[in-house]
């Protein structure tokens, strides 16, 4: 069974710090692995996902993901964190045809 | 483009009731699939729809039924209403039914179990 883990439930930053919030998973075969935000009230909105190729990828907002096989992880990196990037993110990984599981979230605060 | 939208906004029911909450998908697709978030939980995956035919399913219940209709709208149908029915129900769209797509999500209905 495919499984996503986020550590930590909330990560606090400082606005114009870096930031990183944290995924692992498990799944056999090669994983599809997507990184998803919620604001309050809303639906989830798409930022990157990682198929196939150059493990470092480039989403929306301005928001990457370094995966890193050896480590089953899947990092959400942004250089500089803004007010505006405060919400809920979720890590989630498919396999082809399997379905999608998310992660339990992790809320992201950025302090001004 | 409207995007992916769903209906009710709110619901509220009581045990035993059944309810349809109901999805269009975003123009251009036609898979639909459905997710119940719990309060501080991630979307757990309930099912998927692709020419009108449920493709895959998630560990809930046969309480939890669905439809897709030839326009790719779908409909989620829950019978028997209990208290941990409480949730948010998320619609998401894609085009075709690989997984590797990023999915575009509904604002959601929340279902309130009483």
């Known amino acids: 069974a495919q499984s996503v883990a986020q550590p930590e439930d909330q990560v606090n930053v400082a606005e114009g710090n870096p930031l990183t919030v944290k995924c692992t998973y498990s799944?056999?075969?090669?994983?599809?692995l997507f990184w998803y935000v919620q604001y309050p009230n809303r639906g989830l909105q798409f930022l990157l996902k990682?198929?196939?190729?150059?493990?470092l990828v480039k989403g929306s907002y301005g928001f990457e993901a370094e995966f890193n096989k050896s480590q089953t992880s899947f990092h959400l990196k942004k250089p500089s964190a803004l007010v505006s990037d405060s919400a809920l993110y979720f890590c989630?990984?498919?396999?082809?045809?399997?379905?999608?599981?998310f992660g339990t979230g992790t809320k992201l605060q950025v302090i001004p | 483009d409207a995007g992916v939208t769903q209906s009710p906004t709110h619901l509220i029911k009581t045990r035993g009731q059944q309810v349809t909450l109901r999805c269009s998908p975003k123009?251009?697709?036609?898979?639909v699939s459905w997710y119940q978030q719990a309060l501080g939980q991630g979307p757990q995956f309930i099912f998927q729809?692709?020419?009108?035919?449920?493709?895959q399913r998630g560990n809930f219940p046969d309480r939890f039924s669905g439809h897709q209709f030839p326009n790719y709208s779908s409909e989620l149908n829950v019978n028997a209403l209990l208290l941990g029915d409480s949730a948010l129900y998320l619609c998401?769209?894609?085009?075709?039914?690989?997984?590797?797509?990023?999915?575009?999500f509904g604002p959601g209905t929340r279902l309130t179990v009483l």
């Open positions: 799944v056999s075969g090669n994983p599809y």
């Open positions: 123009s251009g697709h036609d898979t």
């Open positions: 990682y198929i196939t190729g150059d493990n």
């Open positions: 998401a769209s894609s085009p075709g039914t690989g997984l590797y797509n990023e999915q575009f």
């Open positions: 729809y692709y020419e009108e035919e449920e493709r």
């Open positions: 989630a990984v498919s396999r082809g045809y399997q379905k999608v599981t």
